[in-house]
């Protein structure tokens, strides 16, 4: 037969076993040959992911300094050692190294994604070489090998299987899917199916969870499903944050300003007599004072505090201004399996002769009450159901395990429902073996879709018991319990059942049949058609990986918030969405849309409709990364928070990527720039408050110091027009702004959120650090503040040359106090009026050890001579009292007398 050249784009899903042996040029029976290994080893390439090109080190750290608010932290460096204040050139060194070293190892730590792609790669795995079975590093698998492999093993490459012994493999990582997949050989010949539906498949990094196999190696390293995630993760964009862009944006406008009223200050002065040396220090001083040097180190420990208190709720930063990012979110696109769900198949739904009865609890925890018509009732009082349950135990493997408080299964997830639900019930497995002896057992296979046992009873009695797929159990029926009694299977009997199979399935529940049958002493098994006719249909098993308990009230309340949730999910539609009602992401006026249909769109063609679907179902990693994009294309801010290996890229390009702490893949955490240590969606619901309220306080503190600097400058500038003395000399203005103003600006990045913070819609991304009113109340306030400096200034002075220094001192003391009132009006957007002074202590002691560094400043002699000071008199005190307050108050009367009309 001619021999196919190999070519791994192929798709082997829909080829017959024999085809892909030929296609490959391999033999079933031999395997590769060493030679032919060694050829294709060189042709294709090692079995293992392909890191791309990486940056030096050295680059990276100096790439931390690019940032334009850094640049001018060094401008402000450079200007104060020119003034020869050495201590603050070196605090601001200080802040520009230690926010480079911060961002260093951040972006560090996002490279180990692939990293941690490559750990889930097997070390080893069982080739046929030479018509032997050897084990090879899986880097040496090459294309057309043949893969041996058995339950606990790792795929260790993407194969296509020829053999399967009961297959079962878990694909989570890959699909999102909460189920082991059972496996087949058989072609499957489907347009464009997801890895969730070949079934004839084998994929890199999954695990076996029940049987064996053999498998024919079409797929290697980067030419994995595994690899082209990877791949994706090198290609996705790293977005940049909101706050990096406003930053950024607020830089440029300030450097512009202080160079502007730098040299209009000084140009003024000079014009007017004042000495060039003077006005040149004068200047330099305002420049400083105009550019908040402290604020991108006041905004890394804003960040770094809501980091701290997001600890405490369960959620870990990776990167400093995700929390702020995920403040101004406006959908949320949320993996089902383990986010939105337990990822815990629990029995909630039983059926038996007609009646049904439903059992609470949560997941794996073996306790609940079982319920008929709303009525609670006895398990252990109605026969059928004792029946279904003791049954369901015994016809079982999986083991359940108390581990640090939690309950654990081992064994499949089904039986594990099953097991549970009888625990619920009072019985325990061990204790209904020592009633019941196991004779015999014929294991699940997927051509048959049951397992059967053999049991006998204390009495000698013996009985076939079976579970499986209820339309083939029932079908094996020839009677059934009805009314506590065995009845004929008739007709309407058959439809009753299938009525009830269909009813569980609407609900998207998978259901599992339980049969029986009583053995004569003469009758005999000896294989599994022996045992599975003429049996006693008992009842029907559903279950279902249910929702998060908590998830519903924090969808709402994003929902409120005016975040939408997007639940997208390798999940089959009916599950997906019954999920989805009940969360209350899906409703009449949302869609759900299938990867079938989203493969055959193109962004711009999803973009269209994207706003209006709740619910992605059968969906691929390329579609979660597809439809990430659509949303930041209609302009949204996007948060998608998964657990897989198939959620990273989709984590990554996303503007901020949540991953799970105890379901997470290494992969996904490594990508993300959140991870949930109690894979709690709601957790994300508080991150949100923590974001926005972190924002309104970034906001509270850059109109704080904007305003002070603004002041500041106008004090300055009105002296100059007016022809008057310089009412602040240089040192004087440096202390202001290094010393008051820091204090209490990292005080109100303390600041708790205001009642509203979660009932107000998103901020538009292009929103700038000025918008709603901000930059008004900045220069409104500002131009009070420096009015009434220099007012006290004036008063004081009355043109007498001897008097300078005092008036100098009541209009620096007079220019701290109003600041330091003007802090309480920052910490809301209406008035001071609007929040409690003492809701925040923080603020309180940071504004009186301001007020006691200044009094320091204005009586001690050694710090006079510095700073230029004289002591004030007391009789001067209530003025500077008085004009302190008129700016912050004057505006707080005028919002009452707003709100009062």
């Not at 060694?38 to 090109?53: A, S």
């Not at 464009?192 to 064996?212: L, Y």
């Not at 995630?229 to 512009?256: C, F, H, N, W, Y």
């Not at 204090?743 to 998103?762: C, F, I, Q, S, T």
């Amino acid at each position: 037969m001619k021999r196919r050249k190999c070519d791994v784009r192929m798709k082997y899903h829909e080829m017959e076993a024999r085809e892909v042996e030929d296609t490959l040029n391999t033999n079933r029976h031999e395997g590769m040959s060493e030679e032919d290994a060694q050829k294709r080893l060189e042709q294709f390439g090692y079995n293992e992911l392909v890191e791309g090109e990486k940056q030096s080190a050295l680059l990276l750290f100096f790439s931390q300094f690019k940032d334009f608010m850094t640049l001018i932290l060094l401008v402000a460096t450079l200007i104060s050692g020119l003034l020869g204040e050495y201590i603050d050139a070196i605090a601001i060194i200080a802040i520009v190294l230690i926010n480079g070293v911060l961002g260093f190892f951040q972006e560090r730590k996002a490279e180990k994604s692939l990293s941690a792609l490559k750990e889930l790669s097997t070390p080893h795995v069982t080739v046929l070489r030479d018509g032997e079975w050897k084990k090879i590093p899986s880097k040496e698998v090459v294309v057309g090998d043949l893969l041996k492999f058995s339950s606990g093993d790792r795929i260790g490459a993407d194969i296509r299987l020829i053999e399967c012994n009961n297959l079962e493999i878990e694909e989570s990582a890959l699909t999102g899917e909460s189920l082991p997949v059972q496996k087949t050989v058989a072609a499957i010949k489907q347009d464009n199916p997801g890895i969730g539906d070949m079934e004839n498949m084998g994929f890199m990094g999954t695990i076996v969870t029940k049987g064996s196999g053999v498998g024919v190696v079409i797929g290697t390293g980067m030419k994995t499903a595994m690899g082209q995630i990877a791949d994706m993760i090198q290609s996705a964009e790293t977005m940049t944050t909101p706050l990096q862009r406003r930053l950024e944006q607020l830089g440029k406008i300030l450097i512009v300003v202080a160079l502007f009223l730098t040299v209009l200050v000084v140009g003024i002065g000079v014009l007017q007599g004042q000495e060039l040396y003077t006005m040149f220090l004068t200047g330099v001083s305002l420049a400083v004072a105009a550019i908040p040097e402290g604020l991108p180190a006041i905004v890394t420990v804003a960040l770094s505090l809501g980091v701290q208190r997001m600890i405490k709720q369960k959620a870990i930063v990776r990167k400093l201004p995700a929390v702020e990012t995920l403040g101004c979110a406006s959908v949320i696109c949320s993996d089902k399996t383990g986010t939105l769900t337990q990822n815990k198949m629990t029995v909630t739904h039983l059926w038996s002769g007609g009646n049904t009865w439903q059992v609470d609890g949560i997941g794996y925890t073996p306790k609940g009450d079982f319920y008929r018509s709303e009525k609670r009732v006895d398990p252990k009082k109605e026969k059928t159901l004792q029946q279904l349950l003791m049954f369901g135990m015994l016809c079982n493997h999986a083991e359940i395990h108390k581990k640090n408080k939690e309950f654990i299964i081992d064994g499949d997830p089904t039986e594990g429902a099953l097991l549970v639900a009888g625990m619920k019930a009072g019985y325990s497995r061990p204790s209904l073996l020592n009633q019941y002896e196991i004779l015999e057992e014929f294991p699940f296979d997927s051509t048959r879709k049951m397992m059967s046992i053999v049991l006998k009873d204390a009495s000698g009695r013996r009985f076939v018991v079976c579970k499986g797929a209820p339309d083939v159990l029932a079908q094996n029926c020839e009677s059934i319990l009805w009314d506590n009694r065995k009845q004929a299977m008739t007709q309407e009997m058959h439809k009753s059942v299938n009525e009830a199979i269909h009813g569980l399935a609407s609900q998207a529940l998978r259901t599992i049949a339980i049969g029986y049958k009583e053995l004569t002493n003469e009758g005999r098994i000896t294989s599994e058609k022996d045992a599975e006719n003429r049996l006693t249909f008992i009842g029907l098993q559903g279950m279902i990986d249910p929702p998060r308990t908590e998830v519903r009230a924090a969808v709402r309340e994003c929902k409120e918030a005016g975040i939408k949730t997007v639940m997208i999910t390798g999940d089959h539609v009916t599950t997906a969405q019954a999920i989805a009602k009940q969360l209350g992401i899906l409703n009449k006026s949302t869609k759900v849309m299938e990867g079938k249909a989203l493969a055959t769109m193109s962004t711009e063609e999803l973009e269209d409709v994207v706003d209006d679907v709740s619910v992605f179902a059968r969906v691929s990693p390329e579609h979660k990364l597809k439809i990430v994009k659509a949303l930041q294309n209609r302009g949204h801010i996007v948060a998608m928070t998964g657990d897989g290996i198939n959620d990273a890229p989709a984590i990554k390009a996303a503007d901020i990527g949540i991953a799970m702490g105890i379901t997470g893949t290494d992969v996904a955490k490594e990508a993300s720039s959140l991870i949930l240590l109690d894979d709690n969606f709601a957790t994300i619901k508080s991150a949100i408050k923590e974001g926005r309220n972190i924002y309104d306080n970034i906001r509270k503190f850059v109109r704080y110091l904007l305003a002070s600097n603004v002041g500041e400058i106008l004090v300055m500038l009105f002296a100059m027009i007016l022809a008057l003395p310089l009412p602040l000399v240089p040192i004087q203005i440096l202390w202001v702004n290094l010393v008051t103003d820091g204090l209490p600006a990292m005080a109100l990045g303390l600041d708790r959120p205001e009642g509203n913070v979660m009932k107000r819609e998103p901020r538009n991304p292009k929103e700038g650090i000025f918008s709603r009113g901000l930059g008004w109340k900045v220069i409104s306030r500002g131009f009070l503040i420096g009015g009434v400096t220099l007012l006290a200034f004036m008063l004081t002075y009355k043109g007498d040359p001897n008097e300078l220094a005092y008036a100098q001192t009541v209009a620096f003391a007079t220019l701290v106090l109003a600041q330091l009132i003007h802090v309480f009006d920052c910490r809301s957007e209406k008035s001071v009026f609007a929040r409690n002074p003492f809701g925040n202590m923080y603020l309180v002691w940071a504004v009186i050890s301001s007020v006691l560094l200044m009094l320091v400043v204005l009586y001690w002699p050694p710090l006079q001579q510095i700073f230029h000071t004289v002591p004030i008199a007391g009789r001067d005190w209530l003025m500077i009292v008085g004009l302190s307050a008129v700016p912050t108050f004057l505006l707080g009367f005028t919002y009452l007398a707003r709100k009062t009309k």
